[in-house]
């Protein structure tokens, strides 16, 4: 087969038509190290300049959505550790504030804070892992050491909160499921005064490292208004130099009490836009989860942790739209309710939905190689891409 | 100067006329009805309205609701600029659910009627590439329809297994 397209291709060089160059389609994954889950792209390629990359999704569907009508208001909280299992404590924020907003539940203070250090501590957690693999994904292995080790010390910090690594099922409709250990916060204290010189270090290390910048720079740029058009959300928004976060611009529990900036691209290296000023939003944002965490753990309130709940749980029939900011922006929660113990629909749009549907527009004239940078600068998810 | 559901409500109705229903829901999820086959004009005057501009399409989700013979495409929409709201609802009927695509007018909805359509089986004439996003595309079905009855297997693989609690 390759060999006669070959001798087509001399025929028809020797006839007068010049080089001849054919399109390639290449197909990566849906197994690849760096789709970051079971993702697959069909790219086609004139050598190595990319015409178009494809997505092609739904290797991870666990029709998580449709789970939701049949197990019942609590017992969805362990499925939503799913959705996102890079940063599941969202997900079972979400859920809560759906259910809680369509019942008119009111939280107690104390679990408010304790929704936002385990919040905030996942942003920590999604971040070092998106920025360490982009590290990795572009050919710099040690960053992906360092930030994984920081990231063990988060592991054993969720373990001891909740008794789970990843997959936390730590919030409940109506609080927390448990209080902070005793002594817990303390630890937190001492993981963010090792951290924060970590975080410098990291730079040192690889953010203005003239290899790392000059595959990230100028690489994929995405104006403010395309990212509005094509709905991207948090760190991939802001790297656009849309400075809105979910957190201070939509306020939900307890942000509006907390002191904190929200950082945005600046075009530093090269254009606003582009996948190095996606990659230093996240670090500039783990120093404010930091701030947040210093401020939270020092203003935490004593009380209960859980509100009235009834077991039976059946909000009133209606519906709600609700949104959190996501370690992959703002995540929208479409639940409706019929009235009964069991949901009636629950649709999720996710940060990395919306981060991979603008791949096919930004490909264009890439490099082959830059495609991975692309996906790893969009922190894309692939588990929640396709729930 | 952001506007409220109300004005909206009342903005709409005065360019569109019957084709826009009475606000339902309260405060942020206060959603209008919209006429499926006017729905891209009614987009369309929503987000080029300088007063309005929606610019962002937040969510597309459809609902499947067998008792009123419809599927209900629900439309969040927000604008950047105002920080304002509103949900726009479009009750397609069920046995051949037609909405007209918005993809033309945010991008964003091009994958989100793809979703739509692969899990409830709705069309959205106008859509440049509407082929089923994850499931396969063999599935029989809509998964998300309230009347969906999961195969018993496919390419010969069994979706169910014996419990091995079981005595």
């Known amino acids: 087969m390759g060999l006669m397209g070959f001798e087509v291709e001399i025929e028809r060089a020797q006839n007068g038509g010049g080089v001849v160059t054919e399109d390639m389609t290449l197909n990566m994954g849906p197994q690849h190290p760096s789709t970051h889950g079971v993702l697959r792209f069909i790219v086609r390629a004139?050598?190595?300049?990319?015409?178009?990359?494809?997505?092609?999704?739904?290797?991870?569907?666990?029709?998580?959505?449709?789970?939701?009508?049949?197990?019942?208001?609590?017992?969805?909280?362990?499925?939503?550790?799913?959705?996102?299992?890079?940063?599941?404590?969202?997900?079972?924020?979400?859920?809560?504030?759906?259910?809680?907003?369509?019942?008119?539940?009111?939280?107690?203070?104390?679990?408010?804070y304790c929704r936002v250090i385990a919040d905030e501590l996942c942003r920590l957690h999604s971040h070092l892992l998106s920025v360490g693999t982009m590290a990795?994904?572009?050919?710099?292995?040690?960053?992906?050491?360092?930030?994984?080790?920081?990231?063990?010390?988060?592991?054993?910090?969720?373990?001891?909160?909740?008794?789970?690594?990843?997959?936390?099922?730590?919030?409940?409709?109506?609080?927390?499921?448990?209080?902070?250990p005793p002594g817990w916060t303390e630890k937190v204290l001492v993981f963010l005064d090792r951290f924060e010189a970590m975080i410098e270090e990291y730079n040192r290390l690889i953010s203005y490292n003239k290899i790392f910048v000059a595959r990230l720079a100028n690489v994929a740029v995405v104006s403010a208004a395309e990212a509005i058009d094509y709905n991207l959300v948090g760190p991939n928004l802001r790297g656009s130099g849309v400075r809105y976060d979910v957190r201070r611009d939509d306020p939900y529990s307890i942000y509006p009490e907390l002191d904190f900036e929200?950082?945005?691209?600046?075009?530093?290296?090269?254009?606003?836009?582009?996948?190095?000023?996606?990659?230093?939003?996240?670090?500039?944002?783990?120093?404010?989860?930091?701030?947040?965490l210093r401020q939270a753990i020092r203003q935490i309130p004593k009380g209960p942790v859980m509100a009235k709940v009834a077991r039976n749980f059946k909000p009133p029939a209606g519906d709600t739209y609700v949104r959190l900011e996501s370690a992959r922006g703002d995540m929208g929660w479409y639940v409706v309710s019929d009235g009964t113990a069991f949901p009636y629909r629950c649709k999720i749009r996710t940060g990395s939905f919306t981060g991979i549907s603008i791949?096919?527009?930004?490909?264009?004239d890439l490099m082959i190689a830059d495609l991975v940078a692309v996906i790893a600068s969009l922190d894309l998810v692939a588990p929640e891409i396709d729930r | 100067m952001g506007c409220d559901a109300a004005q909206i409500h009342a903005r709409l109705v005065e360019r569109f006329g019957d084709a826009i229903g009475a606000p339902t829901g309260q405060g942020r999820d206060t959603a209008?009805?919209?006429?499926?086959?006017?729905?891209?004009?009614?987009?369309?005057?929503?987000?080029d309205d300088s007063d309005l501009a929606f610019d962002c399409l937040s969510n597309l989700s459809g609902v499947d609701y067998p008792k009123l013979g419809c599927i209900q495409v629900v439309y969040h929409l927000f604008s950047y600029r105002y920080r304002h709201w509103i949900v726009l609802k479009a009750n397609a009927q069920r046995d051949d659910p037609v909405v007209p695509t918005?993809?033309?007018?945010?991008?964003?909805?091009?994958?989100?009627?793809?979703?739509?359509?692969d899990l409830?089986?709705?069309?959205?004439?106008?859509?440049?590439?509407?082929?089923?996003?994850?499931?396969?595309?063999?599935?029989?079905?809509?998964?998300?329809?309230?009347?969906f009855v999961e195969p018993e297997e496919y390419h010969g693989i069994s979706t169910s297994r014996e419990s091995l609690l079981k005595a």
């Open chain 1, 136 to 180: 990795m994904d572009i050919g710099a292995f040690t960053p992906f050491t360092h930030a994984i080790r920081e990231r063990e010390y988060l592991n054993d910090l969720f373990e001891e909160l909740c008794g789970a690594r990843l997959t936390f099922h730590y919030m409940r409709i109506g609080g927390v499921g448990w209080d902070l």
């Open chain 1, 359 to 364: 791949i096919e527009h930004v490909s264009h």
């Open chain 2, 102 to 117: 918005v993809s033309g007018i945010w991008s964003h909805a091009d994958w989100q009627e793809r979703e739509v359509f």
């Open chain 2, 32 to 47: 209008l009805a919209v006429a499926p086959e006017r729905i891209a004009e009614v987009a369309r005057f929503l987000r």
């Open chain 2, 120 to 147: 409830l089986g709705v069309r959205f004439p106008g859509h440049p590439d509407l082929r089923r996003l994850l499931m396969p595309e063999d599935w029989p079905g809509h998964p998300l329809r309230k009347d």
């Open chain 1, 262 to 292: 929200i950082p945005v691209g600046r075009g530093e290296m090269g254009t606003l836009g582009d996948s190095f000023d996606r990659y230093i939003v996240r670090m500039d944002e783990m120093k404010q989860s930091c701030r947040i």
């Open chain 1, 46 to 112: 004139d050598g190595e300049v990319m015409k178009s990359a494809i997505p092609d999704v739904g290797y991870l569907h666990r029709s998580i959505e449709k789970i939701a009508e049949k197990v019942g208001w609590h017992g969805f909280i362990p499925y939503t550790d799913r959705v996102d299992y890079v940063a599941a404590m969202f997900c079972n924020h979400g859920w809560a504030l759906a259910a809680e907003k369509l019942a008119g539940i009111e939280i107690p203070k104390r679990a408010e």
